[in-house]
Antibody, heavy 119, light 108 residues
Framework: QVQLQESGPGLVKPSQTLSLTCTVSGGSISSGSYYWSWIRQPAGKGLEWIGRIYTSGSTNYNPSLKSRVTISVDTSKNQFSLKLSSVTAADTAVYYC???????????WGQGTLVTVSS | EIVMTQSPATLSVSPGERATLSCRAS??????LAWYQQKPGQAPRLLIY???TRATGIPARFSGSGSGTEFTLTISSLQSEDFAVYYC??????????FGQGTKLEIK
């Protein structure tokens, strides 16, 4: 059973960089044709896809966030990471990591981690 | 960017009855459409992919239909655990993957 777990600071100051890591267990991040996504959800609102990475290192980002987002993968640690720069209060949300497949959408999700942007 | 529109925003249904949720895409997404269920404080759970294929472990009372721009999620006989928020997501034209705004299914 694949499991994903987000980790990182729960509080980030405005203008700084939000950094999160997703650790994958129960399977290799390199196996299969999966991609690995970050998705966020502000309190009481819907889901926003941030971007994804393939284990080849290829990435896709949401155009609305592209200038501020970097997603990377560390196959040796079975982890992938999110960096979001120049954050504002609008970036306050629960951040989820998820596994995806081109034909299937996102089949496994982490439990989510709340990141608050505040001074 | 493809815009996904779900209706209604809130649906009130009695346990044991049928619920029908709709999702419309601003342009064709073929059958590359997924449905997710989200309960309070939990991550979304994949219910349906390919517009009509149930994900592993999903009960048969959940069914999906449609293609192109019009999609439906039907829950044939609502159980207490089915009351939640449901999201559709297209993965045909990306980036970005886009989600609908959600339909809250509440107990009548």
């Amino acid at each position: 059973q694949v499991q994903l777990q987000e980790s990182g600071p729960g509080l980030v100051k405005p203008s700084q960089t939000l950094s999160l890591t997703c650790t994958v267990s129960g399977g290799s991040i390199s196996s299969g044709s999966y991609y690995w996504s970050w998705i966020r959800q502000p309190a009481g609102k819907g889901l926003e896809w941030i971007g994804r990475i393939y284990t080849s290192g290829s990435t896709n980002y949401n155009p609305s966030l592209k200038s501020r987002v970097t997603i990377s993968v560390d196959t040796s640690k079975n982890q992938f990471s999110l960096k979001l720069s120049s954050v504002t209060a609008a970036d306050t949300a629960v951040y989820y990591c998820a596994r995806g497949l081109i034909i299937k959408g996102h089949d496994y999700w982490g439990q989510g981690t709340l990141v608050t942007v505040s001074s | 960017e493809i815009v996904m529109t779900q209706s209604p925003a809130t649906l009130s249904v009695s346990p044991g009855e049928r619920a029908t949720l709709s999702c419309r895409a601003s342009q064709s997404v073929s059958s590359n459409l997924a449905w997710y269920q989200q309960k309070p404080g939990q991550a979304p759970r994949l219910l349906i992919y390919g517009a009509s294929t149930r994900a592993t472990g999903i009960p048969a009372r959940f069914s999906g239909s449609g293609s192109g721009t019009e999609f439906t999620l039907t829950i044939s006989s609502l159980q207490s655990e089915d009351f939640a928020v449901y999201y559709c997501q297209q993965y045909n034209n990306w980036p970005p993957d886009t989600f609908g705004q959600g339909t809250k299914l509440e107990i009548k």
